[in-house]
């Protein structure tokens, strides 16, 4: 026994030891090592295992901190960035992205060339030679094009290319790989690889890409980039929530009495779900019940203040073939001690052919608030403001202003052109009103025509927002403060006429009246007179009027 024990050890002490073993895509494309247990995945469909040999000789393996790495592009280091759309529901689609960013002043031109971007200055000064890669010269000298050498038209895997006629433009060779398996394309300085997820293991996985770029007779790794991506059995749903005169919806802080609008938004790239039936199951939280509806879009009132919790069900039917049913050993018949009476072995209700669903469950959950706000805001009256000065280019205009709920704190105005498009002034100013909200706002508008005027009041939590169309008619021979100085001209004129005609009725009727009394009759008379015309044409003041007491304070 100890003979033949000596014998073994002999053997494989003079078997030969390969001295570079091939390495494998596994070794490649990957940093991470796992278990031969945890690299028990399902197939993706179009996809292959990464324990295929990789040709080294025609793509290069460098490790980290190789020296010639730094020579693998002209200029600089090249970066990809990858990113996908997950998360994603398990049987639809995700699609991952690659971009290639190039070192400054570099970019990809229209025949898949990487040339110098015109007047940009990248610290080394203009370059002589316009490319960079000029891989359609390559083509042409090489006979890249054709199809008689086949020895470099080849993946690692030594699979040929695909035979397209963009192919001389494909200058990149992209290296997908997850779950234990590849795939790989040609393209641009962008490519992009979907993914059925169907056979993909639920929670978060690793999606790597390795990029290479052609040279002359083989291919140099330029960049790599990793990103987690998510598969999961929920739906993904977001709920995006907004309300008139809200403030800041964002904070989650809402107004009483005011409808606030629910959107609710699911997150399905690939359209995975557009064949299934959809309802939407909302509680509010304020002991208003449950409300059902088979539309995502949904308006609800609070009308209390406080805090109430939000929860919305989505429920997805998705339909899809049944799966066929596999014959199965009939199990042993049950002795009456251990199964009740009545019971009978399990079988398979499907029928290949029909149609078949899956319930698909999603779950949003929110906490919002309720406060007071500013309901709504009116300009209830406009009147122009006529200075004693006249001011051709400035019109001021008062506008009294009227709200319902919270006292505003501010007053905003934006005066726009008529169309309402473009701003030309905007003024903000502080309000200090009573438990009425009742002010006047004055602003001034230059020059004569027609504006648009947007009148918002705000508080802490709300904004309530106004608009109207002013018609400024400038200072004009027609202007009011003219006619108005018209007016009492015309007044003075009339005055003047009545005293005369006055002293010719009192010439004609001196010579009937006694000499004695003709005095105090001449003064009583015209005093009289004149009292009636001032009365008639010079009304007295209303400055101590009342009724002007209660007037608004100005803005």
Same mark, same amino acid.
């Given at each position: 026994?100890?003979?033949?024990?000596?014998?073994?050890?002999?053997?494989?002490?003079?078997?030969?030891?390969?001295?570079?073993?091939?390495?494998?895509?596994?070794?490649?494309?990957?940093?991470?090592?796992?278990?031969?247990?945890?690299?028990?995945?399902?197939?993706?469909?179009?996809?292959?295992?990464?324990?295929?040999?990789?040709?080294?000789?025609?793509?290069?393996?460098?490790?980290?901190?190789?020296?010639?790495?730094?020579?693998?592009?002209? !200029?600089?280091?090249? @970066?990809?960035?990858?990113?996908?759309?997950?998360?994603?529901?398990?049987?639809?689609?995700?699609?991952?992205?690659?971009?290639?960013?190039?070192?400054?002043?570099?970019?990809?031109?229209?025949?898949?060339?990487?040339?110098?971007?015109?007047?940009?200055?990248?610290?080394?000064?203009?370059?002589?030679?316009?490319?960079?890669?000029?891989?359609?010269?390559?083509?042409?000298?090489?006979?890249?094009?054709?199809?008689? %050498?086949?020895?470099?038209?080849?993946?690692?895997?030594?699979?040929?290319?695909?035979?397209?006629?963009?192919?001389?433009?494909?200058?990149?060779?992209?290296?997908?790989?997850?779950?234990?398996?590849?795939?790989?394309?040609?393209?641009?300085?962008?490519?992009?690889?979907?993914?059925?997820?169907?056979?993909?293991?639920? !929670?978060?996985?690793?999606?790597?890409?390795?990029?290479?770029?052609?040279?002359?007779?083989?291919?140099?790794?330029?960049?790599?980039?990793?990103?987690?991506?998510?598969?999961?059995?929920? +739906?993904?749903?977001?709920?995006?929530?907004?309300?008139?005169?809200?403030?800041?919806?964002?904070?989650?802080?809402?107004?009483?009495?005011?409808?606030?609008?629910?959107?609710?938004?699911?997150? %399905?790239?690939?359209?995975?779900?557009?064949?299934?039936?959809?309802?939407?199951?909302?509680?509010?939280?304020?002991?208003?019940?449950?409300?059902?509806?088979?539309?995502?879009?949904?308006?609800?009132?609070?009308?209390?203040?406080?805090?109430?919790?939000?929860?919305?069900?989505?429920?997805?039917?998705? #339909?899809?073939?049944?799966?066929?049913?596999?014959?199965?050993?009939?199990?042993?018949?049950?002795?009456?001690?251990?199964?009740?009476?009545?019971?009978?072995?399990?079988?398979?209700?499907?029928?290949? !052919?029909?149609?078949?669903?899956?319930?698909?469950?999603?779950?949003?959950?929110?906490?919002?608030?309720?406060?007071?706000?500013?309901?709504?805001?009116?300009?209830?009256?406009?009147?122009?403001?006529?200075?004693?000065?006249?001011?051709?280019?400035?019109?001021?205009? %008062?506008?009294?202003?009227?709200? @319902?709920?919270?006292? #505003?704190?501010?007053?905003?105005?934006?005066?726009?052109?008529?169309?309402?498009?473009?701003?030309?002034?905007?003024?903000?100013?502080?309000?200090?009103?009573?438990?009425?909200?009742?002010?006047?706002?004055?602003?001034?508008?230059?020059?004569?025509?027609?504006?648009?005027?947007?009148?918002?009041?705000?508080?802490?939590?709300?904004?309530?927002?106004?608009?109207?169309?002013?018609?400024?008619?400038?200072?004009?021979?027609?202007?009011?403060?003219?006619?108005?100085?018209?007016?009492?001209?015309?007044?003075?004129?009339?005055?003047?006429?009545?005293?005369?005609?006055?002293?010719?009725?009192?010439?004609?009727?001196?010579?009937?009246?006694?000499?004695?009394?003709?005095?105090? +009759?001449?003064?009583?008379?015209?005093?009289?007179?004149?009292?009636?015309?001032?009365?008639?044409?010079?009304?007295?003041?209303?400055?101590?009027?009342?009724?002007?007491?209660? @007037?608004?304070?100005?803005?």
């Amino acid at each position: 026994m100890e003979c033949l024990s000596c014998f073994l050890g002999f053997l494989l002490l003079a078997a030969p030891l390969p001295l570079d073993a091939a390495k494998r895509y596994q070794d490649v494309l990957t940093d991470e090592r796992t278990s031969d247990y945890m690299r028990k995945y399902s197939q993706l469909d179009g996809w292959s295992s990464d324990e295929n040999d990789w040709d080294e000789n025609l793509y290069p393996v460098w490790k980290r901190g190789d020296p010639r790495r730094k020579n693998c592009w002209k !200029g600089g280091e090249v @970066q990809a960035v990858l990113s996908s759309d997950s998360p994603v529901l398990v049987g639809s689609n995700i699609t991952f992205m690659v971009n290639l960013v190039f070192p400054r002043c570099q970019k990809e031109d229209a025949n898949g060339n990487i040339v110098y971007e015109k007047n940009c200055r990248n610290g080394t000064g203009p370059s002589a030679d316009p490319y960079v890669y000029n891989w359609t010269a390559w083509t042409e000298e090489d006979d890249w094009g054709n199809d008689t %050498d086949q020895s470099y038209h080849m993946f690692p895997d030594r699979r040929p290319f695909p035979h397209h006629h963009r192919r001389r433009r494909w200058n990149f060779v992209y290296m997908f790989h997850t779950l234990g398996q590849y795939f790989q394309k040609l393209g641009r300085s962008s490519a992009s690889v979907s993914v059925n997820t169907a056979n993909v293991t639920l !929670g978060p996985q690793l999606m790597e890409v390795t990029v290479y770029r052609r040279d002359r007779w083989k291919y140099m790794p330029i960049a790599k980039a990793k990103a987690v991506y998510v598969v999961t059995d929920q +739906i993904v749903v977001f709920v995006n929530m907004s309300q008139k005169n809200n403030r800041n919806s964002s904070d989650e802080t809402f107004l009483r009495d005011i409808p606030i609008v629910f959107n609710v938004i699911i997150h %399905d790239p690939s359209h995975f779900l557009n064949e299934s039936a959809i309802d939407y199951k909302w509680n509010f939280g304020d002991n208003t019940g449950l409300f059902v509806s088979n539309n995502r879009t949904l308006n609800h009132t609070y009308v209390l203040n406080g805090t109430f919790p939000l929860n919305l069900t989505v429920h997805a039917v998705v #339909p899809g073939p049944c799966p066929s049913p596999s014959p199965s050993p009939r199990p042993p018949e049950p002795t009456p001690s251990l199964s009740p009476a009545g019971d009978s072995p399990l079988e398979l209700r499907e029928i290949p !052919g029909e149609d078949c669903h899956i319930n698909r469950y999603g779950y949003f959950k929110a906490i919002i608030t309720v406060v007071e706000g500013i309901l709504e805001v009116n300009i209830i009256e406009m009147t122009e403001v006529l200075m004693p000065v006249p001011q051709p280019d400035n019109s001021l205009m %008062d506008f009294v202003v009227t709200c @319902q709920g919270t006292t #505003p704190t501010e007053v905003c105005t934006i005066i726009s052109d008529p169309t309402c498009q473009i701003a030309q002034d905007t003024v903000c100013s502080p309000v200090d009103v009573g438990d009425t909200c009742l002010l006047t706002v004055r602003r001034a508008f230059n020059g004569s025509g027609t504006y648009c005027m947007n009148l918002t009041l705000a508080d802490d939590a709300s904004l309530a927002l106004t608009s109207t169309l002013v018609s400024v008619l400038g200072r004009r021979p027609g202007s009011p403060l003219r006619m108005a100085n018209g007016v009492l001209v015309s007044i003075g004129c009339l005055a003047l006429f009545v005293t005369v005609i006055a002293l010719l009725v009192y010439r004609k009727h001196k010579k009937y009246k006694p000499i004695e009394s003709s005095t105090g +009759i001449e003064g009583k008379g015209l005093n009289v007179f004149l009292e009636h015309a001032k009365v008639k044409f010079f009304p007295r003041s209303r400055e101590k009027d009342p009724l002007l007491k209660n @007037q608004p304070g100005i803005l």
